[in-house]
């Protein structure tokens, strides 16, 4: 894809996230992208491939990292859309940069191993301080997990 | 602790979740324990020190780690008080295992890096085929992310 990553937008000091960071050699490096961007009916789309130590039980991917995925998809998502609302390019200074206030997770059906998984989000709310992102997981075009970010702008007092 | 962890309890061929399995050497490999028995007042425990690889930002735990522990300490919990309901000693076969049909966290307070996290477990709803168990996470005392876990015993379909 010749889009930049959301989350490879982020700031150096704030890319050390083990779900999403470019800075974290050991983590997953989720990278999220604009799917669609028309007004109002935008989404945003990220691909992962788990490896076979994600287990669940055996032949099923482990919830957590579903959730994980979610999570990062979901902060990432609220960052776009907040540079976007600002109409300001993704990545410029000062940083627009969102945390999970909660995270709420619907296991619809079991995520095989061995496929990539797709997640699409859509926004829900979009308010300045406050942004909810609604997100299907599939595998094989099978939906297996729903989940809900309410992704909160970072406080102040978080970044360095 | 002189009690058998739950995790430890599961059959060898449902222990390979990455988050709680004792047969997944690359996993978490969380273990959780009864608290208190008495009865409808029951409670469960368990903690888990986060690697330092394991943030959010710097200084911070990683919010996608935080709701696996929320998750495997549930299910965990849920098979456990399965067993009780059942008068069955913990382990023994048919096994008492349960998934995650939905999980809902919330995050209170940044949680801090290079601590020992305690997760503590009550449960707010018990039937045959499906266990809700609330969970406290805290940090230096101070509580960080409260999580439900609604567990559904494991389909037949499942197991292997």
């Known amino acids: 894809m010749s889009q930049r990553a959301f989350q490879d937008a982020?700031?150096?000091?704030?890319?050390?996230?083990?779900?999403c960071g470019k800075n974290n050699?050991?983590?997953?490096?989720?990278k999220?992208?604009?799917?669609?961007?028309?007004?109002?009916?935008?989404?945003?789309?990220?691909?992962?491939t788990p490896e076979p130590y994600h287990?669940?039980?055996?032949?099923?991917?482990?919830?957590?990292?579903?959730?994980?995925?979610i999570d990062c998809h979901g902060t990432g998502s609220a960052s776009a859309m907040a540079y976007k609302m600002d109409h300001r390019e993704l990545g410029s200074v000062p940083a627009l940069r969102?945390?999970?206030?909660?995270?709420?997770?619907?296991?619809?059906?079991?995520?095989?191993?061995?496929v990539e998984l797709r997640l699409v989000g859509r926004f829900s709310q979009v308010k300045e301080r406050k942004i909810v992102v609604e997100i299907e997981l599939s595998a094989n075009?099978?939906?297996c997990v729903t989940g809900q970010v309410i992704a909160i702008?970072?406080?102040?007092?978080?970044q360095s």
């Open 10 to 19: 982020y700031p150096d000091d704030l890319s050390h996230c083990f779900g």
């Open 55 to 69: 287990t669940a039980i055996p032949g099923f991917v482990y919830g957590g990292l579903l959730a994980s995925l």
């Open 153 to 158: 702008k970072m406080p102040a007092t978080m």
């Open 141 to 143: 075009g099978v939906l």
């Open 25 to 30: 050699p050991q983590g997953h490096q989720l």
């Open 98 to 114: 969102f945390v999970t206030g909660a995270l709420n997770v619907s296991f619809k059906a079991p995520t095989p191993m061995g």
């Open 32 to 48: 999220s992208y604009w799917h669609q961007q028309e007004h109002e009916s935008e989404t945003t789309i990220a691909h992962f």
